[in-house]
């Protein structure tokens, strides 16, 4: 069992032995600037009120818990136990995933902190999309920093954030992807940091954004918790997020990180295979190292480079890991568990023909792990999926993965 | 041994404003970069630089970007680099300072790659990802080897934290002159003169002023500015990194001497 104190980081902003600031001078006054203004945002009553009141009216929170009645009869065994599943509907947020919480939290920070200009990363382009949305409801000048190869696979959502003005800068170093335009974001905020605020869009990177980010997503969890009271007066027994970064499980888990009793499960990318060089099982196979400012664990070569991450889903495709995911596996207090590219396709038709919701490739990593986990459960215990974003971006890629699908089997 | 303290102190006593450029090993390869050692040597470098490939240089511009890129491509690894360097080092005057991320030091050990980097006769240490929040292990461990860790100071350091830098910096301080990555830039930060006069009210350790300087009018400002010493990165690793190797050992020679020249 885990005490509440250790779901904050210590003074240095670790989370045990990961996370850390390990970020160039330059960046270290603004961190504990950003820290210190974070911290009066989240005393000031006036500020949270205009957070909340955004959050019911822009965003439509709170987000519905919706109970999967034929996902959970897929999932019932002859002898009635099986697990009763219930999706936490991020995906019905304005823009359609999760990000959205916390880029408003950030948006409205950087307004107090005064920065005019706002950068971000975005590998599936959800975060981006958030951005860019806050950014054009607030008036500011936003830049978001995009992998080329990203954002041939996310065309739609490059589209979104053109339309709601910000610039979409591609980033052609590396593979193209969410780790190079995170490289770059950063780069970005090292030569712009006195105007600039960085909305930072996982729990990853330095202190404060891993605790801070899981702040602004943790409504998922608070509201998670009413919402399993209202309906059968009592804490879910598991739940069940995607990993990539890991914004939106750590938001779904905090709530419930002091309740021994709720099994905490994230589900990360596992590619084409754990046995091949292409997947992105972070927790499951890295070992710790630094990257983008934080202690975590890592892929990486035997000489500390940094490797190419792979996964059909933009948003996983992430060779780090938020540093607080890395305590909760090495502390026990939750499991890590991975799925292929391949079983991830399989869970997007299922849970679009079972329940006429088509989730993100991400959301449908967390989606197939039932394959696996259902069948081990015992009785019919309260299953929390978080469904964190809609996949409407992905059909593209789907297509293209499985073809037309031709005439409903 | 602190050969890097040890060095700034005959520069002092000569009242000789140091040269430090900076190269990315491997790149065009290793061979090069030791002929290149020798070179820079030979046409008035104080101390020397050497940057170790990695994957993801956040403090780097595109041409440091692009070298790393190069040489990472080409199978360089940071036991080929100290390899490298425990042949040159034994007929290499100036002391030789290795510029690498945590992560490959990390993943290595920071005991082991320590002992590693000593015994190839590297005598210090810039490691940009590693403010001082961080640095207590490495800064710790190191001193136990003789090896200098050098810390960095930003134009964004406020007082308190450029007095504490300084203070737990060792064989100098580096002073990046940008609010910025790596790079050439056409003008210097006008902050600069200020900065090092904050320095010296508080430290009397050696100041090497490093990022964006990229020619001899601009070396011969920083130490019109007041600067122990002047860092030039990008412009060497450019000129080295394009063309064949004989033509860039020639270019970064030539581009040597006219620093040099510069800062006499």
């Not at chain 1, 991450?309 to 992430?318: K, N, P, R």
């Not at chain 1, 396709?345 to 989606?367: K, V």
């Not at chain 1, 986990?373 to 993965?401: E, W």
């Not at chain 2, 980097?117 to 207590?136: K, R, T, Y």
Request: hydrophobic share 40%; proline share 6%; with cysteine.
């Amino acid at each position: 069992m885990i005490s509440l104190s250790s779901a904050q980081p210590d003074a240095l902003g670790r989370f045990g032995l990961f996370g850390g600031k390990y970020v160039p001078e330059t960046l270290m006054p603004a961190l504990e600037e950003l820290e210190a203004a974070y911290g009066r945002f989240r005393q000031d009553g006036a500020a949270q009120a205009q957070l909340q009141g955004l959050l019911r009216d822009y965003v439509g929170r709170p987000s519905p818990l919706y109970f999967a009645e034929r996902l959970t009869a897929h999932y019932r065994r002859p002898d009635g136990q099986g697990p009763l599943i219930y999706l936490k509907r991020e995906d019905l947020n304005h823009t359609g995933a999760h990000k959205i919480n916390n880029a408003l939290g950030q948006v409205l920070l950087a307004r107090h902190m005064g920065k005019g200009r706002i950068i971000a990363e975005t590998g599936a382009g959800q975060h981006g999309v958030a951005t860019a949305t806050v950014c054009a409801r607030f008036g500011l000048e936003c830049v978001v920093y995009m992998g080329v190869h990203d954002m041939e696979r996310q065309a739609l959502n490059v589209f979104r954030m053109r339309l709601l003005g910000a610039q979409v800068q591609p980033v052609a170093a590396g593979t193209g992807t969410l780790k190079d335009a995170t490289s770059e974001a950063i780069r970005d905020w090292v030569t712009n940091v006195e105007h600039t605020h960085y909305i930072l869009g996982s729990v990853a990177g330095p202190h404060p954004y891993p605790m801070m980010v899981r702040d602004f997503q943790a409504v998922i969890g608070k509201e998670t918790r009413q919402q399993c009271l209202d309906l059968w007066g009592g804490l879910p027994d598991l739940l069940l997020a995607c990993v990539g970064g890991g914004s939106n499980a750590m938001g779904l888990f905090h709530e419930f990180m002091g309740e021994p009793g709720v099994t905490l499960i994230g589900v990360e990318a596992a590619g084409q295979g754990l046995g091949t060089d292409k997947h992105a099982a972070t927790l499951t196979l890295g070992k710790l190292g630094v990257l983008h400012g934080a202690m975590s664990y890592l892929l990486q070569d035997e000489y500390g480079q940094v490797l190419e991450a792979h996964s059909i889903s933009a948003g996983l495709d992430y060779p780090g890991v938020g540093p607080e995911h890395s305590f909760l596996k090495d502390s026990g207090r939750a499991q890590y568990a991975s799925v292929t590219d391949q079983e991830a396709l399989a869970a997007f038709q299922r849970l679009s023909r079972l329940e006429g919701i088509i989730p993100a490739l991400e959301t449908a990593h967390a989606i197939a792990y039932l394959e696996t986990l259902a069948p081990q459960l015992p009785g019919n215990p309260r299953l929390v999926i978080n469904c964190s974003g809609r996949g409407d971006k992905d059909v593209q890629t789907v297509v293209k993965a499985l073809g037309d699908l031709g005439s409903p089997t | 041994m602190n050969k890097v303290s040890d060095c700034f102190r005959v520069l002092r006593l000569n009242g000789r404003c140091a040269l430090i450029p900076f190269i990315t090993a491997g790149d065009p390869d290793l061979e090069t970069t030791a002929l290149a050692l020798k070179t820079l040597a030979d046409q008035g470098a104080d101390l020397i630089e050497l940057g170790v490939p990695y994957s993801d240089p956040l403090a780097d511009g595109p041409v440091i970007q692009a070298a790393s890129t190069r040489a990472l491509g080409r199978g360089v690894t940071l036991e080929g680099v100290l390899e490298m360097v425990e042949e040159a080092t034994p007929s290499l005057k100036p002391p030789l300072v290795l510029f690498t991320y945590y992560n490959p030091i990390l993943s290595w050990g920071v005991e082991n790659f320590l002992g590693r980097a000593a015994q190839a006769g590297v005598s210090g240490l810039v490691v940009p990802d590693l403010p001082l929040e961080e640095a207590a292990p490495l800064l710790q461990a190191a001193q136990a080897q003789g090896l200098e860790v050098v810390l960095l100071v930003a134009p964004t350091s406020s007082p308190a934290r450029i007095q504490a830098i300084a203070e737990q910096s060792q064989g100098f301080i580096y002073l990046v002159s940008v609010v910025g990555v790596t790079g050439m830039r056409t003008e210097l930060e006008q902050r600069v003169p200020g900065l090092i006069a904050q320095i010296r009210q508080v430290n009397q350790k050696p100041v090497a002023v490093g990022f964006g300087i990229s020619s001899p009018p601009q070396a011969a400002q920083v130490k019109a500015w007041g600067a122990d010493a002047v860092v030039v990165g990008s412009a060497f690793v450019k000129r080295l990194g394009s063309g064949d190797p004989a033509a860039g050992l020639q270019a970064i020679g030539e581009f040597c001497q006219s620093l040099r020249q510069a800062l006499d």
